[in-house]
Nanobody, 123 residues
Framework: VQLQASGGGLVQAGDSLRLSCAAS????????MGWFRQAPGKEREFVAT????????DYADSVKGRFTISRDNAKNTVYLQMNSLKPEDTAVYYC?????????????????WGQGTQVTVSS
């Protein structure tokens, strides 16, 4: 499966952004999808994940209550709605796909990765 992330940009603290990740292939609905981010000089970290049906989600503590992951299997797309953005949310955001029914937080658990989209939050 190929993944294409989009929607990043430069915003001010407190603003919102919605990231999208479009996937190719007819098996999208069987994949767990995840969002990760990587700030300069830091390791890639988990942000959010969603089960194939959308019924099960998980979030990093740092984004819980501010970010919402969702998916539209008819459009082969997963979204990350980011509200109340903070400067510490600045990073390159990556979407990832996992051919499994089980959601996980580890980068090693995902087989396919998009190219990343830059999110910059100014104070």
């Amino acid at each position: 499966v190929q993944l294409q992330a989009s929607g990043g940009g430069l915003v001010q603290a407190g603003d919102s952004l919605r990231l999208s990740c479009a996937a190719s292939g007819r098996t999208f609905r069987t994949y767990v999808m995840g969002w990760f981010r990587q700030a300069p000089g830091k390791e890639r970290e988990f942000v959010a994940t969603i089960s194939w049906s959308g019924g099960n989600t998980d979030y990093a503590d740092s984004v819980k209550g501010r970010f919402t992951i969702s998916r539209d299997n008819a459009k082969n797309t997963v979204y990350l709605q980011m509200n109340s953005l903070k400067p510490e949310d600045t990073a390159v955001y990556y979407c990832a796909a996992r051919p499994s029914y089980t959601i996980v937080r580890t980068t090693a658990g995902y087989d396919y990765w998009g190219q990343g989209t830059q999110v910059t939050v100014s104070s």
